[in-house]
């Protein structure tokens, strides 16, 4: 079965950075496009960037030009740097895979990892 591993999270004040890591492992065939959402507390969980195989890399508006989203595609791994972190970046970070496990292609979350940026 495919599991993804999430870390970099943490408390940071305003201002700093982050990297998220996000690995995927397991009976993948290929993979159709990462990317990472997130969620702060009472809002519903929004898009931050996508990372289509072959496609063009999409930021949601809030954080770009402050966050890269990448990947190292021989150990399936996708990475989030964030930069000049603002308090509103404050939520619980999600890796979404979307993947052929064999000849099944499937959508799959992370557990999320806590990002929080103080004033």
């Known amino acids: 079965q495919v599991h993804l591993m999430e870390s970099g999270g943490g408390l940071v004040q305003a201002g700093g950075s982050l990297r998220l890591s996000c690995a995927a492992s397991g009976n993948i065939r290929s993979i159709n496009t990462m990317a990472w959402y997130r969620q702060a507390p009472g809002k519903q969980r929004e898009l931050v960037a996508n990372?289509?195989?072959?496609?063009?890399?999409d930021y949601a508006d809030p954080v770009k030009g402050r966050f890269t989203i990448s990947r190292d595609n021989a150990k399936n791994t996708v990475y989030l740097q964030m930069n000049s972190l603002k308090p509103e970046d404050t939520g619980l970070y999600y890796c979404?895979?979307?993947?052929?496990?064999?000849?099944?292609?499937?959508?799959?979350w992370g557990q999320g990892t806590q990002v929080t940026v103080s004033s």
């Open positions: 990372s289509p195989s072959g496609g063009t890399i």
């Open positions: 979404y895979l979307n993947a052929f496990e064999g000849y099944y292609r499937r959508t799959y």
